[in-house]
């Protein structure tokens, strides 16, 4: 098999030089193409001459400029319609997304569909295009590994974010499998490829900083999202070196470059937002577990309150069928307690339906199926209902209703258990209304149970105070019956 020498590459080389094949990928891979067909024709007895003039003779210069053309129409329409498609989406997404973290906020419905899109469009068009951009930009093939790794770890934390904020199985996993690339190949990769081409120590040193800075706040995102000690001093050492210290030097530098905002720069602070709106929405999530929590004090406390009730039916169904004789002592005292521990149950869970119904814009019907299965209520972390119907505009919502309901019942159980000691301190204890220092300040009942308290965590306060009501009540009611 003949193969081509030093100096007779060399020839061909010159050759595509000469035809003004300027296009490094396409020079490559004509060079490469055209030195095959020579050592094929060489194969079959010809000489490194005439197998050459043959080939030049089926292709010729304006055929290598022809291919050219055509080769950079193609990639150039690519590259333009890749291009114009990172715009638009990256304008698109970052709008749906910012109104969305907006909309989620403020308890608006809509925040869950326009988060969905939002990240569908980063994820599927503006991230695969501005990598694709950036990488022809560049034009170096060693640069492979690191556009790869920020497109695989970038995809896998954005779609990671999502899951997290939505409460969707598997957003640990995408996080960390993100995290994991980006920190560990994609930064060191990024900081190796900065430093090489960096022209001056300060341009080195100012890439350091940003690298580092990077690592550490998504190293401080890391341990916020999975619970880790550590993540406030973190995230205010990356905070300040990324937005206080990198990004200025980095704008001077580039501004004193070139003297004026280039597209890298635009491109640095739209990633950056980017950040900000990423690490805000994953701030303000609520864990999952925490939600289940939740949502197993509502039902065990619902349980509890159909057991007491079921075995205290029991109870009262068999004190009825008494003689008069007997019951004529205790009748009129058992049926006020019963009576006032209904009525408060009752109001109770109709401020559960109140609730519900506003938070989630529902019928009573519905109110009623969510307070029996809270994991279905969508809008889980809103509490500006909560805040705006319990404590009202002055202090004057339902929770003052509620407490002052509250002092009338347990004046109701003292009166009618005054000689048992046990009750009156099971009372104090169970339901107690009374005013509490926290973190230095005294705040109300009031304030302590429904200020800012998610819907999903005030049903479970409610289901709760109920359950002690009716305890109470069992307590009083035996003790009347018992002591007549």
């Not at 403020?106 to 939002?118: I, N």
């Not at 309901?405 to 258990?417: G, M, V």
């Amino acid at each position: 098999m003949c193969l081509l020498n030093k100096n007779q590459v060399g020839i061909i080389v010159s050759d595509v030089e000469m035809a003004k094949i300027t296009f490094m990928h396409l020079s490559d891979d004509l060079i490469d193409h055209i030195c095959c067909e020579v050592e094929m024709e060489m194969n079959h007895g010809k000489s490194f001459e005439e197998a050459y003039e043959f080939i030049k003779q089926q292709t010729g210069i304006k055929v290598l400029q022809k291919i050219q053309d055509n080769t950079r129409y193609l990639i150039d329409k690519k590259y333009r319609i890749m291009k114009k498609t990172m715009k638009i989406s990256g304008i698109v997404s970052l709008s749906l997304l910012g109104l969305a973290t907006v909309f989620k906020i403020m308890h608006w419905p809509g925040a869950g569909p326009g988060l969905v899109f939002g990240f569908f469009i980063m994820c599927v068009f503006f991230f695969p295009s501005a990598v694709y951009v950036n990488y022809r930009d560049v034009k170096q093939k060693s640069k492979l590994l690191l556009h790869l790794s920020v497109l695989i770890g970038g995809i896998a934390f954005m779609i990671g974010v999502l899951f997290k904020v939505m409460h969707w199985p598997g957003a640990s996993v995408l996080l960390m499998t993100g995290w994991t690339v980006l920190l560990l190949i994609f930064l060191p990769l990024l900081m190796f490829s900065q430093l090489k081409s960096a022209r001056s120590g300060k341009e080195k040193k100012t890439y350091v900083i940003g690298i580092i800075a990077l690592i550490v706040f998504e190293l401080a995102t890391a341990f916020k999202v999975m619970h880790w000690p550590g993540a406030g001093p973190l995230m205010i050492l990356g905070s300040v070196m990324l937005f206080s210290v990198f990004l200025p030097m980095f704008s001077y530098m580039k501004y004193k470059d070139s003297g004026k905002i280039t597209g890298q720069f635009i491109f640095l602070i739209t990633t950056s937002m980017f950040f900000i709106l990423f690490t805000f929405l994953l701030a303000i999530n609520v864990s999952q577990n925490i939600f289940k929590v939740f949502v197993n004090e509502n039902e065990n406390a619902l349980k509890t309150i159909s057991y007491i009730e079921n075995k205290f039916q029991k109870v009262f169904t068999e004190y009825k069928n008494l003689p008069d004789s007997v019951r004529v002592k205790s009748e009129s005292q058992v049926l006020a307690i019963k009576t006032e521990a209904d009525n408060l149950s009752e109001y109770i869970n109709k401020i559960k339906i109140d609730l519900i119904s506003a938070t989630e814009n529902v019928d009573e019907k519905k109110a009623k199926y969510y307070i029996q299965n809270t994991n279905s209520i969508n809008s889980k972390d809103n509490y500006d209902y909560v805040t705006h119907i319990m404590l009202g505009n002055n202090k004057n919502g339902l929770a003052k209703s509620l407490k002052e309901k509250i002092e009338n019942f347990k004046a109701k159980i003292i009166a009618a258990t005054s000689e048992n000691k046990n009750i009156a301190e099971n009372l104090a204890k169970m339901l107690n209304t009374s005013d509490r220092e926290y973190y230095g300040e005294t705040h109300s009942w009031e304030e302590l149970n429904f200020y800012h308290n998610y819907i999903l965590s005030t049903i479970p306060i409610l289901s709760a105070l109920e359950l002690k009501i009716r305890m109470i009540e069992a307590e009083s009611i035996n003790y009347v019956i018992s002591n007549n």
